[in-house]
């Protein structure tokens, strides 16, 4: 896990490593189900090329079921202009937080206030900016402390 300061790390780590069994990763939809050109773990890969493209229809979501439970206290989230949700709700546990971004291709950070410990944190993105209810995310990452 990346550390990013006063204790924070990123939560979302594809990789296997000898401490940690990878994160596993749900998603609405795959535009056309081409998972190899479109596909979710394309939000996750630091490469600001690729992205994960949802089929039409709103809601989608992304589910993220963590290896340990974790506190979130902040989501990092880069769309597509054109393609973008201006309304998400962060499901942690049984909490519930809305964010909202902008229709912008820039990285967009939203704090989380007091969100409780869960393995399993769901993004659902309410509205799309595209007519069909496209989305196109090309970084997604969220932020927060683990709690053994």
């Known amino acids: 896990m990346a550390d990013i300061g006063a204790g924070e790390v990123a939560l979302v780590q594809l990789q296997e490593d000898s401490s940690h069994p990878p994160t596993r990763i749900k998603v609405s939809s795959v535009l ?70 902008e229709d912008i291709n820039s990285l967009q950070v939203f704090p989380v206030p007091s969100a409780e410990p869960s393995k399993t944190h769901k993004i659902e993105f309410r509205t799309s900016t595209d007519f069909y209810g496209r989305l196109t995310v090309y970084q997604l990452q969220l932020y927060g402390q683990v709690c053994h």
């Open 32 to 101: 056309n189900r081409d998972v190899k050109q479109f596909g979710k773990k394309f939000m996750f890969d630091g490469d600001e090329e690729t992205c994960w493209n949802s089929d039409q229809g709103s809601p989608q979501f992304v589910s993220i079921e963590l290896p340990y439970s974790a506190c979130v206290s902040r989501v990092h989230i880069r769309f597509q202009g054109g393609f973008a949700s201006t309304h998400c709700i962060l499901a942690s546990g049984s909490e519930q937080h809305s964010f909202y971004p």
